[in-house]
């Protein structure tokens, strides 16, 4: 999830001078606010943008406030209906907070990998309106990495704290595991599996070495087959689909 990405963002770095998070460019810093607003009723766009340090307490606020789970990716391919976690409040205000902001005007799926994963976000070269920030990671164990699992994107220099972007997810296909190939995956990725994560990537699928790295925040309810289209398309070197993908997200109210 990580090396791919930033090769990706090396080749294309010299196309424009700003660029999505994780992105060597010369995207202005975002406003370092001292404080945010007393509620996130209070925030607009011309009001405040987010940094490393006040986006944690204002989007837990935001939460709070913005009890809506539900979003519909909608594709040329068809939709896809995710439904988001209570229990990673600052990744779910933080997808709802974005998308209330119209803060997404260029995503797409502009990272395949058949049989692993999709990944979307913000491919247009810009200044974000709501500040450049990441979030600090919400890695629960009973979410993981199964097939249909929603988590967001993080990056090399984040190995540690496991901080996620803020403005790019993906989505697992995974493949299904014969319990023997499981067993020698967690020898060789010193991984401890739960007995629900060992029946699920053998029998659902999923990706399991992507666990304890990532924040999944939430799931697909509708549409797993568009996933599987998305994810049969022609890619590039750099699994870059050879079709855009454009992706409309819309919250469910």
Known sequence: MRIS?????????????????????????????????????????????????????FLRRYAKEHPE???????????????????TPIHRA??????????FPQCAFYRIIKGYMIQAGNIGFY??????YKIPA?????????????????????????????RDFFIVQGEVY?????????KQENLQ????????????GGAPALDGHYTVFGEVMEGMEVV?????LKVDDHDWPLEDIEVTLEIVK
């Not at 200044?127 to 450049?132: D, H, V």
């Open 5 to 57: 990405f930033f090769l990706l963002m090396s080749l294309l770095a010299g196309l424009a001078s700003c660029g999505p998070d994780g992105a060597k460019s010369g995207v202005t810093s975002a406003m370092n606010n001292s404080a945010a607003p007393d509620t996130a009723a209070d925030a607009t766009t011309e009001s405040l943008k987010l940094d490393d340090q006040t986006a944690p307490a």
């Open 69 to 87: 789970n539900q979003v519909v990716m909608k594709t040329e391919l068809g939709d896809i209906k995710v439904r988001l976690y209570d229990d």
């Open 178 to 186: 014969e319990p023997r190939v499981l067993e020698a995956l967690e």
């Open 138 to 166: 919400e890695i629960k164990a009973q979410h993981f990495h199964r097939r249909g699992a929603l988590a967001m994107a993080a990056y090399e220099e984040d190995s540690v704290s496991l901080k996620s972007s803020s």
């Open 228 to 232: 599987d289209r998305i994810a049969a």
């Open 193 to 204: 599996l739960s007995a629900t994560q060992r029946e699920a990537y053998t029998t659902v």
């Open 127 to 132: 200044k974000t309106k709501l500040g450049k």
């Open 94 to 103: 933080n997808l709802l907070w974005l998308i209330e902001n119209d803060d």
